[in-house]
């Protein structure tokens, strides 16, 4: 084990947040970060918006049950997506520069939580996000409360994930 693989084992979705302020540096280093994800072509194609009006985080937390963390956390994140710089690899290389915002968060001790809130249109509109962008989800962002009780994580066993060589083959 070293470091980096103890905290991807650590890593849970928090969903409940102390009532402290993130910096804003810190968030823009962190994104700084997440541009350095891996995409096709090295193109790119995200955008962060970075919510921090009450107002807002309060009615994308009515979005629906799994939303509600979002009024709560300091900081919302919504990550879009551009189709139209990078029409083939959009879906990939956004979920790549998120694990590294999320991953780069944890390491310096934030917690996030992910909102399911692929392509929302009420979400889209209260962010002004363009037609031809992609919401792909909303993260809440935030010191952890010590409190919120995470559930032991069930997690497959190897060989339900692993084949040798063809589909359906097991490693052994
Ligand atoms: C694409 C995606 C959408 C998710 N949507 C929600 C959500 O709407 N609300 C929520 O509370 N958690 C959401 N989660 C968090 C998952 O429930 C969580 O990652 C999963 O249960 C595993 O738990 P862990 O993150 O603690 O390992 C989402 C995660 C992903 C990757």
Redesign the pocket.
Known sequence: MNEVIELLLR?????SFLNKPVDMDLIKDLIRVANHAPSSMNREPWKFIVITDPSIKERLSEL??????LANAPVAIAVVAEPDVSPETWMVDVVNATMYFVLAAYSVGLAV??????ENETAKEILKIPKEKKL??LLSVGYPDPSYE?KP?AVKAPEEVIFLNRYGNPLG
């Open positions: 890593r849970r979705s928090i969903r629906h049950g799994g939303a509600r963390h939580a992910w909102v399911a809130a692929f792909i989800t995470v994580k």
